[in-house]
Every structure is written in structure tokens, then in C-alpha cells.
């Protein structure tokens, strides 16, 4: 076994790999660029080497960085994660001349399933399903257009060398054909260098199943069971779960000896997933071939009771495979959720930002490695911790949320569950989205197929509502409860106490939709709100004026309205400190203690091609600044801490 890995990536999954490597005794060695020298994965490997700027085709994109690094921390071996350079034949190769060994399968494997075309033509000498279609190499438009016109409508057009959804176009008809063909070429060439595509039947909704495949360099090769992922947006899997809701042991089977085989034909070694696409009647067609670990495989690990990473490292190390086919069983149900950092309802736009506050469900470390009666409820698997920033460099994943449960039906409540108590302030997130797309109707009684978010688009996305009084009451009783705390002397409080008297006092709250007023009566029994919510349950976040609510799995944002400190101010006069939008600090002009008058510039934010002055809206002291130049900010996030004079 080896004794030290260096890890050709970063975010969760590098932490991923490092966690199994330390359990196993296994050294690791971390690559960062210049935006990650404070990252998670940097801190929880044993070494790190910085390998260039933020943008990854200078840093991990760069093999030959890569390998130099490996080579002068005597790293005997490269795991590549997955993205970057996991699939990357020639990185591969580069290892191998080097005298590294490549955590992956061999680069010949690797050119093989590349093309999705040519994969194609391998599988159907191998025997495995195809969807009818045209995979060769003719690529003359009217040649193309005449296949079309053959397979039947709807077509889907696909770019052989693509992935990720890009270069992919649905043709309804045959007048539609050329301008849909011209426009996949074009994103094809621009994506991946290459604009040959391949024709196949538009099945019509279908679900998206796939196969997790192992095999080492003995000859042994088997299958992990199935995961569903047909739940996306824009071909990206939102939810993935195992094993596939509804599927009989016959067809389970079938899939599995299909990837089994599809993994022979190209002499495959090491983890990799055989993706298939499966009509509601049950037929499944090869899709394409995975080289490498994928962003799902927590939930195939929860329900084997296996560690993928492990094996993966073993097989590397030449050891044959831990288990065979007869020794897997199925345990139970596992979803993994992604959470990101992004806005579901502007499309799906990355959020970029801080994370100011970062509250997790409780979750038990999962020890993987050994079938267990019940494993971990909850299992979070993150590159990120509170404080950290979230770039436009990278991939905007917060955090992979994985749940177990007996059955499909407990790991949905679990799944639930833990949304609800996942809290993010700083930046968007998807996290009340997939809540709502957990609980949907849809999704919870498995009514599956790759376009259930868009069929359920009204749903998903209903329209903005006004802040319950649940959420005022508990904005209401954080503020009051802060109040008493700083006055201990009755006379001296500002809450309205009033000796053998009641007192009525209103209290103003607003949101991006509305403004809201909630008047608290003080008498001999206690405080009174008029919203009558006494029972109201969740946590509040107070961040100066701002009052984040986390209540039956959804956050509110509340700003008081502080008659004191804007008595005789208008909005204009005011100023705010806040973000008005996206951007970046490109000036600090204010200092840490420093005394200012009001309407003194005290930020200046760059965004959307202008810059915006954020100024004091009184006379004060700067309590602490929250950003410095460059730094991206998050829309609404607080830029400094103010104590008005």
C-alpha cells in the first residue's frame, strides 16, 4: 500500500479522499491555487503545495505542476478526485512516465469511453442496449438530417466529445433539424474542441439510472447496484438516490451485467459508472461511461457499507477487489441532495459571497468499511466551513447532504428533516428548493423522469410570499430579548416596562416584499405580540439591523426599522450599509475605530460595470470591517459593523 498520495483537486471531494487516506495511514499531500490557500482541503492533508493562480487552467489544470509536486513530496501516487484532470488520458500517461501511479483507469480506457460515439460502437459489439440512433463518423449536415429523419421524431442532437448538458439540443421536427445541428456544433467546438455529434431518439420521460462498476488489475470486476439521478436541471443531477425506486431484481441484474460487460470491453480498472437511460416500461439503453469517481457515490457507500475511496486505493496498490459479487447486499435507502450556492429562482445563477454563517444538521461520522445494521442518519460531505468564500472560480457546491434511512420513505423524512435545520447566511443556496422538491408530490412517490423539475416548475417555484407572523413574532423576540440584556436595571431598559401599568409599543420589519408592523403589549403577565404567534419555533441570526429567521425549514430575512437611530432620516439621507447587488470591494475608506460624520464614503463597491458609494448613514464609530479590496460580495451582505454616535 502506499504510504503517501498527493490529491490533484480541491473542495469536498479532496477532503473526501484525504479523510479515507488518514484512516487507512496513508499520507496526503494537498495542491492549492492562490484562491485556496486558506481552503478546507489545504488545512486537513498533511502537506500542501501552492501551484498557481486562482483560474484552474493555471493551477489544476496544470498536469505538469501537478506531477512536480507529487514528485518533490515523494507522493508515490495521484488521486485525481473527480472534474479537473480525473479524465484526462494524457495526464494519465504523464503519471505513468513519471513513475506515479494514477488513481484511475488506464488512459487507454479512459480514450475509449471518451468519445461518446466511439463508446458507442464498442458497446454494441459488446452487446450492451443501445438507443436507437447514428454514432459514426459521417458528419455531412444533409447526411445527418436524412439519419434524423430515419430515427424519427424527436431527436436528440449530442456533442460525442461533451458532457455536463452542454452541446445537447432536443429537434422536435424536421424543419427544425439544420439550425439546431448548426447551433450544437457550435457549442460543441467552443466547449470541447471538437464538433462531432451523434443523433439518437428522444425517449420520451425518461429516467436516468446508472451503475456503479469496480473492477482491479486481477480480472475480477463487478457492480455496486444502481443509482437514479433523474432528477436535474439543465442535464446537472440535483438528487441522487440508491437503489432506484421501483426496481425489480431481474432488471437490476440485467443493468448490472450490462455495465459489467460495457467495463470489459474496454479492460476498465479501478471505479467507474455505466450510465444508462431507461423508458418508464423498463428497457434501458447505454447512455455513456464515467472514468472515474462520481459526485454521488456517498449513497452507493451507505447502502454496501463500503468505502469507494478505499478501494480505490487498494486496487491502485494492485490488491484485488475487497468484496465479489455475491457478498453485496443492499442496505436500506440513501439520498444525496447537492446544496449549492446559487439562486433557483434566477435560474439556477451562481451565488457568489461569504459564508457568514454556516449552521449544519447534526450528523454522525459514517465509518465506512464494514456492512453496519444502521448506518449514520445524516452524512455531510464539504470543502467548506463558516467563514469561507465561495469564488466565481469554481464550482459554487457548498456541501453534499446524504441521508440514510430502512426504507425510501424514512430517508425522505430524514432528507427533509435535514434541510430544514441547514443554515446559510452570506449568499444564496438551493437549500429551501430542494426541500420543496423532497416533500413535492412528485419526487416523494417516485414518479421520476429527467424533466420532474421543469413538469413541476409552479410547484417548485411558487411565487414570493409575505413573511409569516411566525417569523415576526421570533424576529420580534430576538430584538426584545437583546434589549433586556444589555439593561439589567428596570428603570434604565428601553423594552417598556412600566411599574403596575400595561405599555403598547409597535416594532417595524421589512423584507424585499413588503414592510411589516408588530406591536408588543407589556402588562403584569409578561409581553403580549399582537401576531398571538406565542409558539412560534426556529433560530434567529442578528446581524446589526438584519435579523435572519430559520423557521419550519425556511429563512426569512428581516430588517428593523430602528426609529432611534434614523429619527428624522429619509431613506436617501440614511445611506445603507449593505451591498445593493453582486460585486466587489474595490475601495476601503474607512478604518477599524475610526470616527466618521454622516454621509462620509465609507465603501466603494464595483458591480455590473459601476461603482456604488456606500456612505454613513449617521454620525458613528466603525465597530469592523467585514471585507477588504477584492473581495466578491454577496447581495444584502452587511460591509461594515456601525455603532451610531
Not at 10 to 32: D, K, L, S
Not at 241 to 252: V, Y
Not at 573 to 590: D, H, I, N, S
Amino acid at each position: 500500500m502506499f504510504t503517501k498520495i498527493l490529491i490533484a483537486n480541491r473542495g469536498e471531494i479532496a477532503c473526501r479522499v484525504a479523510a479515507t487516506a488518514r484512516r487507512m495511514g496513508i499520507q496526503t499531500v494537498a495542491v492549492y491555487s492562490e484562491a485556496d490557500a486558506n481552503a478546507k482541503h489545504v488545512a486537513v492533508c498533511d502537506e500542501a503545495v501552492l501551484i498557481g493562480p486562482a483560474a484552474a487552467k493555471e493551477s489544476y489544470l496544470r498536469g505538469d505542476k501537478i506531477i512536480a509536486a507529487a514528485k518533490a513530496t515523494g507522493a508515490q501516487a495521484i488521486h485525481p478526485g473527480y472534474g479537473f484532470l480525473s479524465e484526462n488520458a494524457e495526464f494519465a500517461d504523464a503519471c505513468a512516465e513519471a513513475g506515479l501511479v494514477f488513481i484511475g483507469p488506464p488512459a487507454s480506457a479512459m480514450r475509449a469511453m471518451g468519445s461518446k460515439s466511439a463508446a458507442k460502437q464498442l458497446m454494441e459489439k459488446a452487446k450492451v442496449p443501445l438507443v436507437p440512433g447514428y454514432h459514426g463518423e459521417q458528419q455531412d449536415a444533409d447526411f445527418l438530417h436524412t439519419q434524423a429523419d430515419s430515427i424519427g421524431y424527436p431527436v436528440l442532437l449530442k456533442a460525442s466529445a461533451g458532457g455536463g448538458g452542454k452541446g445537447m439540443r432536443v429537434v422536435e421536427n424536421s424543419t427544425q433539424f439544420k439550425d439546431a445541428l448548426a447551433s450544437c456544433k457550435r457549442e460543441a467546438i467552443s466547449s470541447f474542441g471538437d464538433d462531432k455529434v451523434l443523433a439518437e431518439k428522444y425517449l420520451q420521460r425518461p429516467r436516468h439510472i446508472e451503475i456503479q462498476v469496480f473492477a482491479d488489475t486481477l480480472g475480477n470486476c463487478i457492480y455496486l447496484f444502481e443509482r437514479d439521478c433523474s432528477v436535474q436541471r439543465r442535464h446537472q443531477k440535483v438528487l441522487e438516490e440508491a437503489p432506484a425506486p421501483g426496481m425489480p431484481a431481474e432488471r437490476r441484474a440485467a443493468m448490472g451485467e450490462a455495465a459489467v460487460a460495457a467495463a470489459r470491453a474496454v479492460g476498465y480498472v479501478g471505479a467507474g459508472t455505466v450510465e444508462f437511460i431507461a423508458n418508464q416500461d423498463g428497457t434501458f439503453y447505454f447512455m455513456e461511461m464515467n472514468t472515474r469517481l462520481q459526485v454521488e457515490h456517498p449513497v452507493t457507500e451507505m447502502i454496501t457499507g463500503t468505502d469507494l475511496v478505499e478501494w480505490q486505493l487498494r486496487v491502485a496498490a494492485g490488491e484485488p477487489l475487497p468484496k465479489q459479487q455475491h457478498e453485496l447486499v443492499i442496505n436500506g435507502h440513501a439520498i444525496e441532495a447537492r446544496i449549492y450556492a446559487e439562486n433557483p429562482e434566477k435560474g439556477f445563477l451562481p451565488s457568489i459571497g461569504t459564508l457568514r454563517h454556516l449552521g449544519t444538521p447534526e450528523s454522525v461520522s459514517f465509518e465506512l468499511g464494514g456492512v453496519t445494521a444502521a448506518p449514520a442518519a445524516v452524512r455531510i460531505d464539504s470543502g467548506v466551513r463558516e467563514g469561507d468564500a465561495i469564488s466565481p472560480f469554481y464550482d459554487p457546491m457548498i456541501a453534499k447532504l446524504i441521508v440514510w434511512g430502512a426504507d425510501r420513505k424514512q430517508a425522505l423524512a430524514r432528507m427533509a428533516q435535514a434541510l430544514a435545520q441547514y443554515q446559510i447566511v452570506g449568499l444564496a443556496s438551493n437549500i429551501a428548493f430542494l426541500k420543496r422538491l423532497v416533500e413535492g408530490q412528485a419526487f416523494s412517490s417516485a414518479d421520476l423522469d429527467t424533466g420532474l423539475i421543469e413538469r413541476n416548475h409552479d410547484t417548485l417555484f411558487p411565487a414570493a410570499q409575505p413573511a409569516p407572523d411566525s417569523a415576526l413574532t421570533l424576529a420580534a423576540e430576538a430584538l426584545l430579548d437583546a434589549e433586556q440584556a444589555h439593561s439589567t436595571e428596570p428603570w434604565a431598559q428601553a423594552n417598556g416596562w412600566r411599574m403596575n401599568q400595561t405599555y403598547t409599543r409597535k416594532l417595524s420589519f421589512a423584507d424585499e416584499h413588503a414592510s411589516y408592523d408588530i406591536s408588543v403589549t407589556y402588562g403584569p403577565d409578561g409581553r403580549q405580540f399582537s401576531t398571538g404567534d406565542q409558539a412560534a419555533r426556529g433560530a434567529v441570526l442578528r446581524e446589526g439591523d438584519t435579523f435572519h429567521v430559520f423557521s419550519n425549514g425556511a429563512h426569512y430575512q428581516l430588517t428593523w426599522n430602528d426609529p432611534m437611530a434614523h429619527a428624522g432620516e429619509t431613506e436617501a439621507e440614511g445611506g445603507r450599509l449593505t451591498a445593493p447587488m453582486p460585486g466587489k470591494v474595490v475601495a476601503v475608506l474607512a478604518a477599524k475605530g475610526q470616527e466618521v460624520k454622516k454621509g462620509t464614503a465609507l465603501v466603494i463597491m464595483e458591480a455590473m460595470k459601476m461603482e456604488h458609494t456606500i456612505a454613513a448613514p449617521h454620525d458613528g464609530v466603525i465597530d469592523d470591517i467585514l471585507y477588504n479590496v477584492g473581495d466578491q460580495v454577496a447581495d444584502g451582505a452587511p460591509l461594515l459593523a456601525f455603532k451610531a454616535a
